[in-house]
């Protein structure tokens, strides 16, 4: 069984920062695609970013470019996403998510494609 623990949540003000992880047991984690994703109150949960099985290739949504990045180390069996410059419209439970991939450079940006997902860690930004 895949599990996913996302921690680094909190309550921050606005400009700062912050870090979250994610560890993943229970399947070879350079053999997983990861993801992490967000859902602010009232709204659906979207893809925040993503990177490859090897960590070569990461993918951002626009509206966090320049300010998120994501990583991860395959040794620690944990995927990072280091939050900067944090905005109000940033609030929302941040959930990690995994999926199987055989392609080394894939990443994945619809949630419908991950087959697991951590319960989620809650991000507040304060104005």
């Known amino acids: 069984q895949v599990t996913l623990l996302e921690s680094g949540g909190g309550l921050v003000q606005a400009g700062g920062s912050l870090r979250l992880s994610c560890v993943v047991s229970?399947?070879?984690?350079?053999?997983?695609?990861m993801g992490w994703f967000r859902q602010a109150p009232g709204k659906e949960r979207e893809f925040v970013a993503g990177i490859s099985r090897l960590g070569g290739r990461t993918y951002s949504a626009d509206s966090v470019k320049g300010r998120f990045t994501c990583s991860r180390d395959n040794a620690k069996n944990t995927v990072y996403l280091q939050m900067n410059s944090l905005k109000p419209e940033d609030t929302g439970v941040y959930y990690c998510?995994?999926?199987?991939?055989?392609?080394?450079?894939?990443?994945?940006?619809?949630?419908?494609?991950?087959?697991?997902w951590g319960q989620g860690t809650q991000v507040t930004v304060s104005s």
């Open positions: 229970g399947r070879t984690f350079s053999s997983l695609v």
């Open positions: 998510a995994a999926d199987p991939a055989i392609s080394l450079v894939g990443v994945l940006l619809n949630q419908g494609a991950y087959d697991y």
